[in-house]
């Protein structure tokens, strides 16, 4: 039996790295966290001339990620991983490295408030922009298709998140 996985996924300035940062701080005594971003990204020129596009980078990176999280399941320690993955590429890497259970959670929010996250949080305005609004728009019709948990951030409180995806990764033990 391998330990929980919980994978949260969604655009920038929609609260996943906020979220895992929490979990990072107050449970990482009960759970490893990962952040995809923290392989590096590289710009999208070299995305391209090594994979051919940014969603190739993307589907070989999350395929990779999921490989090296295999053994820490496998050694019952469970894992949560944040980062902004197309949910067909979680599942394919999930189905690849023989992940049999996984709770992938969208981790969204309204337009106007990815916009002031990103402008106020975040200081990256331009991250604000139409391509963002599309990509975040993708990966809610993607979750809806596939019946995949979204959490809305913009209308619900971080505590109430934190408190949705506490019992998805950890047992009673790691209460506060």
Known sequence: MTAS???????????KSALARHFLEHYS???DVF?????????????EAD????????????????????????AR???????????????????ANKIASA?????DCDDDTRGARLHLDRS??????????????????EAFKLGIQTLDTGRKSFDHCIARLKPLLLTEQADE
């Open 5 to 15: 996985l919980v994978i949260l996924t969604g655009a920038s300035g929609a609260g």
């Open 29 to 31: 005594a009960y759970c």
């Open 35 to 47: 952040f995809f971003d923290s392989i590096g990204v590289p710009p999208v020129e070299k995305m």
């Open 51 to 74: 994979y051919g596009s940014g969603e190739a980078w993307q589907r070989a990176m999350t395929l990779q990620w999921m490989t090296r999280i295999r053994p820490i399941l496998s």
């Open 77 to 95: 320690r469970p894992v949560l991983f944040e980062g902004q993955m197309r949910i067909a590429f979680i599942r394919e890497a999930l189905t």
């Open 103 to 107: 709770h992938i959670v969208l981790i």
């Open 124 to 141: 990256q305005p331009e991250l604000a922009n139409p391509i963002m609004m599309n990509w975040a728009r993708y990966l809610r019709e």
